[in-house]
């Protein structure tokens, strides 16, 4: 059975990008060292310390298939049709675009809620991993109880607003197991297991 892995940079103070969605210091880490890294994008390549690389290795290796939101999908403009990471991308929206440039894109448009797109990548990657992005997409499938893990990539840098990590999230206190942690350059990885009671 797949499981459901949220991962983003944050900020010490929670935030995955400022209110303008802009990342700014966040994604630094990932142009800071040696060592070429790629997702599932050969030509979106990022230049990570060792450590960072084998963390990302680690992270991305099982992914199959990830769900976003709208907001992200037009935000990037759905990386031109090339999922970042996984083979398939399911993206939660109320209205489907009509003239998007990329239409043979393996990119789903699910208008049923963060719930049906997390079911849909889940059968699709079978027994690979989902990766789910944070925010109120990420919010919602907390309260709901989709999420397995928590990856976060720790960055040096307080935002003082912007977006959460867990959106608006308003659940019960979640309770997470102890995280494994691995230093990199200038971000700290945390991996989380949300505990099942």
């Not at 393996?106 to 789910?132: C, N, R």
């Not at 944070?134 to 709901?144: K, S, V």
């Not at 999420?147 to 867990?166: C, K, N, Q, T």
């Amino acid at each position: 059975m797949a499981r459901v892995v949220t991962q983003a940079s944050m900020s010490l103070d929670g935030f995955i990008a400022d209110h303008s969605d802009q990342v700014g210091p966040l994604f630094d880490w990932y142009g800071n060292g040696d060592v070429e890294f790629t997702g599932a994008d050969p030509d979106r390549v990022f230049r990570v310390s060792a450590t960072s690389a084998a963390y990302l290795r680690s992270a991305w290796s099982n992914v199959r298939a990830g769900v976003i939101g709208r907001r992200l999908f037009d935000i990037t403009n759905g990386w031109d049709g090339r999922p970042p990471v996984g083979e398939a991308v399911f993206v939660v929206t109320h209205n489907p675009p009509e003239d998007w440039d990329f239409p043979d894109a393996p990119f789903t448009f699910v208008t049923g809620g963060p719930a049906e797109a997390i079911a849909l990548a889940k059968e699709y990657a079978g027994d690979g991993d989902v990766s789910l992005t944070p925010g109120d997409i990420g919010g919602q499938a907390f309260a709901a109880g989709l999420v397995d893990e928590v990856r976060v990539d720790l960055v040096p840098v307080v935002f003082g607003a912007g977006v959460h990590y867990f959106g608006r999230y308003t659940g019960s206190p979640l309770m997470l197991d102890d995280p494994d942690i691995v230093q990199g350059d200038r971000v700290t990885h945390l991996h989380y297991r949300v505990r099942r009671s």
